[in-house]
């Protein structure tokens, strides 16, 4: 082997030893790791390989009688702690060239060939589970597994396990049929979400099928049953049946309506259209199983893993949806940003107790948040089933998103998944609100409001859908809404403006970054309120403003905007308690007295903190000033 092929080599070790989170040679936490024939401390092992010998240029694999010369040299020999009656071989191989051939009978130049040369010596005396790894980047890396049980004639294919490499406690319970577990991992969430969207534009998928689809799989997937068997089935509409059937069962050990039921399946057997998809077979990269395994080997051993407070699937879900500039926009709505909605639950204050309301759910990013919130101040498993059954309502408009925002509660095992498929301006579907009870029969009282509405619509302004939420709130309760700028100045919805502060308070007003909704086509500046619902505004007493600009989230080129210095709980932490404090900060914050006729930013009433100022800041501003005027007509040629 020259020296150029070792060290290009080395780079498929490497990608091996960080995915099955090898830490060093030797004891690690699920057992030891012996690398390139290391002799062992047991005997077994030992003398397994010294049989073997070196591998020979090409053997029949059920031929014992033809071994290579030299010594038995495989990547990586791994014992288990948990598990002494087994062990795992692995062979890598720089090329995915080299990964297996055709008759597995070529172990000198092939990964998963020598990987099972060594295993049909080892499994004399273990049950052996042998891996070929090929490649060098994580993204086309070729993975194959195999289970070869001690003193059995024939090996076992893993193909749960294809192309994707995972820690050796988890090829144990691949064996075993248990539930692989895996620690959250953002950049894998991420990778995962892109690389699944990836495939589906290559398939030709509609943007509003594809979100139902993944949700229909993760939803699943949840089905022990479905689990099990799904990769037992090699035609592709058994297959949607199955993952249709699954859904049902899952749903219906919920509390789901069974129209509610019927519209997810109805919506996800729609795949059935995408011709590229059904001409796929299921063996293949981008089919319906692949994208079942993908989504079961890479995500849900995040949701299962024992330690993970986190919610990976939805995080995932998240990513997924507002992955590309595009999608959002294909779906009809702007996808509210994770940590914007977490800002807004937190400043009006929801906790276990909240009975919150979204009129405009969207895909539910708001009740999403809000009840993990909840989830994390309730101390009982009682508690928690209380807020699924009874803290979370919401009305979507548009069908599929509706459907998308019922998938999107339900795979967070929201027990009633109260989303109102109906115009909130329709006094019908408002009383249907209005009306509900929660299952100790008593009216739902709403006392937290969360907007993110329309904009920029030819029959309501988003002041409109802020009037209607207000409406519901009980008097006390708060309402936190995200806008455009435009909502915030005097010259603009004069009518609604008054009719809001007749009835309710502006509490206060935070200027947003600009570029938050960046990477959705969507570039309207927007601040966020915060109103009380049913006490008229008193213009003598004074409003909080905010000039919160700096989230300290940066921009990457595909995943649009991220907190890649984790500086976003810090700065939110500081964000509230300058407005619980009423802490004034020049050039941060401000109170002001405002009535409807006024402004109702912080630009208008903050001190400029000089010393923070550049040449930059002020050519930006003349430039701001300058696109303003030519927006709103006022500058004119002499």
């Known amino acids: 082997m020259s020296l150029a092929r070792t060290k290009i080599e080395k780079y498929t070790e490497k990608l091996t030893e960080q995915e099955m989170r090898i830490l060093q040679y030797g004891e690690n936490p699920f057992g030891y790791v012996y690398v390139q024939g290391e002799l062992t401390p047991n005997s077994d092992i030992n003398s397994a390989l010294k049989t073997a010998g070196g591998k020979p240029k090409e053997c029949n694999l059920l031929d014992y009688t033809l071994r290579g010369s030299g010594r ?361 609100l209005k009306g509900i009870h929660d299952t100790a029969g008593n009216p739902v009282i709403f006392n937290k409001g969360l907007l993110n509405p329309p904009y920029s619509q030819k029959d309501h302004s988003e002041l409109e859908f802020l009037e209607q939420e207000l409406s519901l709130i009980t008097q006390g309760g708060e309402v936190a809404i995200v806008c455009p700028m435009s909502c915030a100045i005097g010259t603009k919805f004069k009518s609604i403006r008054r009719r809001l502060m007749e009835h309710h308070t502006l509490k206060a007003v935070f200027s947003m970054p600009d570029d938050i909704f960046y990477g959705q086509g969507a570039g309207t500046c927007v601040c966020v309120m915060v109103w009380e619902a049913g006490k008229p505004h008193n213009p003598l007493l004074s409003t909080f403003f905010g000039y919160y600009k700096n989230d300290g989230f940066v921009k990457r080129k595909k995943l649009g905007r991220v907190d890649a210095y984790n500086r976003w709980e810090s700065i939110k932490a500081q964000w509230l308690h300058l407005y619980r404090e009423k802490e004034v900060i020049d050039g941060v914050t401000a109170k002001a007295c405002v009535d409807a006729e006024m402004e109702w930013l912080c630009e208008a009433y903050m001190k400029t903190d000089y010393s923070q100022l550049t040449q930059e800041d002020f050519q930006a501003t003349l430039n701001d000033y300058l696109a303003y005027l030519v927006k709103e007509g006022k500058v004119y040629e002499p």
């Open 72 to 432: 038995a040299k495989p990547e990586y020999v791994i014992t288990l702690k948990h598990d002494l009656q087994t062990i795992i071989v692995v062979e890598c191989k720089n090329s995915s060239r080299k990964h297996r051939s055709p008759e597995l009978n070529r172990p000198k130049d092939y990964a998963l060939d020598g990987a099972l040369y060594y295993a049909k010596y080892l499994k004399s005396y273990f049950n052996v589970i042998a891996i070929g790894i090929s490649g060098a980047q994580k993204s086309s890396v070729l993975v194959d597994a195999c289970y070869w049980p001690k003193e059995q004639a024939s090996y076992i294919d893993l193909p749960k396990s294809k192309n994707i490499i995972l820690e050796p406690e988890n090829y144990l319970k691949l064996v075993h049929g248990e539930k692989v577990q895996k620690e959250y991992s953002l950049s894998e969430v991420k990778a995962t979400a892109v690389n699944i969207h990836d495939s589906l534009r290559v398939n030709k998928m509609t943007e509003k099928q594809k979100p139902l689809l993944i949700a229909g799989i993760l939803i699943a997937l949840q089905d022990d049953s479905f689990s099990n068997d799904y990769d037992r089935i090699s035609n592709f509409d058994t297959l949607l049946d199955s993952c249709c059937s699954a859904i049902k069962r899952v749903l219906n050990d919920g509390e789901i309506d069974r129209d509610k039921i019927e519209e997810i399946q109805n919506k996800f057997r729609e795949i059935r259209s995408v011709i590229k998809l059904r001409a796929t077979p299921l063996s293949d990269d981008n089919s319906l199983r692949w994208y079942i395994n993908q989504l079961e080997m890479k995500i849900k051993p995040m949701m299962d893993y024992v330690g993970n407070t986190i919610d990976a699937l939805g995080i995932f879900y998240h990513e997924f949806i507002s992955y590309s500039s595009g999608d959002g926009n294909s779906l009809g709505i702007v996808l509210t940003p994770q940590h914007l909605t977490e800002f807004m639950v937190d400043l009006i204050d929801v906790d276990k107790n909240s009975h919150v309301v979204d009129i405009c759910c969207g895909s539910g990013a708001f009740l999403v948040t809000a009840m993990g919130h909840m989830f994390k101040q309730a101390s009982t498993p009682e508690e928690i089933e209380y807020i699924r059954k009874n803290n979370l309502y919401g009305i979507e408009q548009d069908s599929d998103i509706h459907t998308l925002a019922l998938a999107n509660m339900i795979m967070r095992k929201d027990g009633k998944s109260h989303i109102i498929h109906g115009d909130c301006f329709d006094p019908f579907t408002l009383n249907q």
